[in-house]
């Protein structure tokens, strides 16, 4: 009878542990489909932010008080031309209410042209800068590239209320106007002392500390021009056009990428916008790297095609 009864009492036992497995697979299973459908609703959550964040800054960049859009001397496109050398293409300086001027340029001759969208906060042009920067630099002093650098103040609205983006940028401008030989060691200098996102970033005597440590001139104009943030108005002016008007310069039929995640293009028979920074063009073509590749390379075969036609120069 004892061993009868343990018999069944090791069946009973067996069954136990089967009805206890099956429970904790049930109940993986269930967690497993909460944590997707979680996963799933932050996925919403996080989109609807981002495009929040979007509105947001087009609401602000609408909203804002319009002030007479005084242009900095040589950046009559919205941006400044770094030529042979490092230095500053020279270009008139706009009146008010003109028109921006798209740089010209020649895709069959050297130097090639390379267009940067940049915002002083953005981290993501700090990465491209420390990736490409030295690159861009070379083959700009070369001759072989000239290298359009615009600055946007997107990224206002995350320096808790400082404005970092247009500070840095109107600074950035009052040196491309009058201290034009010393622009670019500021360009670079921005980038290394960038602040985080969401910090209220550097105030404006650190800026112009920065800018002396990059060689630029300590000079009162210099002081007036990055405390009254005259450019303000025209940086405001340029970050509109380029968001919610159309990027100047780029040929009928061109797609730009509409999403930087997936590569999808923007439709090619409306004006292209920027959707993010850093955005490079090169010869008006986007260089987009889960697509091209290496930005040198893609580059350098722009720079095949002119190699023979100024081999003499």
């Not at 929040?52 to 087009?58: F, G, K, S, W």
């Not at 490079?280 to 889960?290: A, K, S």
Request: with cysteine; hydrophobic share 35%; aromatic share 6%.
């Amino acid at each position: 009878m004892n061993s009868q009864g343990t018999e069944r009492q090791t069946k009973n036992e067996r069954r136990a542990q089967a009805r206890e497995q099956a429970r904790v697979a049930r109940q993986a299973q269930q967690q497993r489909e909460k944590r997707n459908r979680l996963l799933m609703q932050g996925g919403v959550v996080v989109a609807v932010l981002a495009l929040l964040a979007i509105a947001a800054i087009v609401i602000t960049n609408t909203l804002r008080p319009a002030g007479p859009a005084v242009f900095p001397a040589n950046m009559a496109s919205g941006g400044v031309v770094f030529s042979k050398d490092l230095k500053v293409a020279e270009t008139a300086k706009l009146e008010e209410g003109a028109d921006f001027q798209p740089t010209a340029y020649d895709a069959s001759k050297k130097p090639q042209h390379v267009r940067v969208f940049v915002d002083f906060m953005c981290p993501a042009c700090n990465n491209f800068e420390q990736t490409y920067g030295n690159m861009l630099e070379q083959y700009t002093g070369a001759g072989d590239i000239e290298l359009e650098i615009q600055p946007v103040n997107f990224l206002d609205p995350q320096s808790a209320g400082t404005k970092y983006s247009t500070r840095a940028a109107n600074l950035f401008a009052c040196v491309v106007e009058q201290q034009p030989d010393q622009a670019y060691s500021l360009f670079k200098k921005l980038f290394e002392v960038q602040p985080a996102e969401g910090t209220t970033g550097l105030t404006t005597q650190e800026l112009l500390d920065h800018a002396y440590a990059a060689g630029v001139a300590q000079t009162e104009e210099l002081k007036s021009c990055a405390a009254n943030l005259p450019f303000a108005p025209f940086l405001d002016r340029v970050t509109k056009q380029v968001l919610q008007t159309e990027i100047l310069g780029i040929e009928k039929g061109t797609a730009l990428v509409a999403v930087p995640q997936t590569g999808e293009l923007q439709d090619p028979e409306k004006p292209q916008t920027l959707v993010s920074t850093p955005t490079v063009l090169v010869n008006g073509e986007q260089w987009y790297q889960p697509r091209d590749g290496d930005l040198e390379q893609f580059i350098l075969k722009k720079l095949q095609g002119t190699s023979t036609s100024n081999s003499s120069n």
